[in-house]
C-alpha cells in the first residue's frame, strides 16, 4: 500500500536530546531516496523544562541539503486544537497516512479521541517510540510515557494498526551502582553508538548539520552553516560522545526497509490507567511489537556499543545519511 508519512517529534534547539535530530535527518534521507514520502512534520509545543524552542530550524537545514521543500510545523499549545490540526492534515493527505511518534502522545491522542472513524478509514498505521517492554513491579515510567500516560494509552489503544517499539526492555526500579536504570534487551529498541561512528562517514554539511546542534550553536545563520569549513576540534570531541538512539527500526518498517537484526511480531497489548502495558505474543493483531531476532537476550545497560543489533541501525544510518551531499 502506497502511503505518506508524518513525523511528530519533540526536536529543540538548544537539544533537549539529540536523538530527534538523528530520527529527523533519518526521516529526511529516506524521503531523499524516494522510500518515505514524507508529507509534514510537527514539532511538539515546548514544555516548561525545555531549555529551547523547537527546531524548525533543523528541518530547513535538511530541506537544503536534500533539496526537498517537506512542510514542518509546530503543535499549537493547546492538545484539543493540536489535535484538530492533525485531524485536518490526515483528511487532506493525498494517501493513507502513516506516523511516527517519537515525543509526546497529546497531540495525536487528542486527535484520535475526537476523529476515531478518520484514523480508522485514513491512517495506516501509527509508529509509537515509548514505554517499557517489560515493566517491573514498582518501575518508573519511561520519559515519554510520563508526559502525558493518558494520552500513551490512547494511542495504544487506537481505532488502526499500531507499531510500538519499547524505549527500554525494562527499568529498575534502583539504579544502585549502574550508570542508569534503564536496561536493553530483546523488547527494547535503544542503542548506543559513539558518535564518531557515524559522524566521521558523513559528508560536510550532514557534519555542519548534526555540529550545529550538538554545540548548540547561536549563530543565527544556520543555513549558511552548513556550509562553512568543518570544525575538526568540535567532531572530534562530540565524536567522542556515547549517543542513544530509538526510534532507528520505527523509521525503517515505515520506508520498508528490509532488516536482520529485528522484526515487529503480532501481539496483544493492554494498556490501561497511568501508562502501565502488559502484552503476549499474537497470531494475529492490529498490534505489533519491536522484538530482536534469536534468542531471549541478557538484559544489560543501555549505554553498551556492541551487538549485532547496533551494528546493523549503524550500517543503515552511514548508508543512508551518507548519501545526502
Known sequence: MKTCHIHITDIFHPHGDPDDHYDLALAFALHKAGLLQLEQVVMDYPPPHRVGDPALCAAAQLNEITGS???????????ELAGERLCAMLRAAPLPVTFTVVGSSESIAAAIRQQPALFSEKCAGIYLAAGTGIETPGGILEYNVRLHPEAFTTVLNAPCPVYWAPCYHTIL????????????????????????ELLEHLPARMQNYFLYMLTRSTDPKYLRYLDGAVDAAALAEKGAEKRRLWSTPLLLH??????????LVPAAISCGE?????????EKSSRYIFCKKGE?????????????YKEEMLAKL???LGALE
Do not use: M, N
Not at 69 to 79: N, S, T
Not at 174 to 191: F, N, T, V
Not at 274 to 282: E, F, I, V
Open 173 to 196: 526500579t534502583q539504579a544502585g551502582e549502574s550508570i542508569s536504570p534503564e536496561r536493553s534487551g530483546s523488547y527494547g529498541s535503544c542503542y548506543c553508538i559513539y558518535q564518531r
Open 318 to 320: 552511514r548508508c543512508l
Open 254 to 263: 515505515a520506508a520498508g526497509v528490509p532488516c536482520e537484526s529485528w522484526e
Open 274 to 282: 497511568g501508562g502501565h502495558t502488559a502484552w503476549r505474543p499474537a
Open 69 to 79: 521543500h517537506v512542510p514542518a510545523c509546530i503543535a499549537p499549545r493547546d492538545e
Open 296 to 308: 531471549a537476550l541478557p538484559v544489560t545497560d543501555t549505554f553498551d556499543t556492541t551487538g549485532a
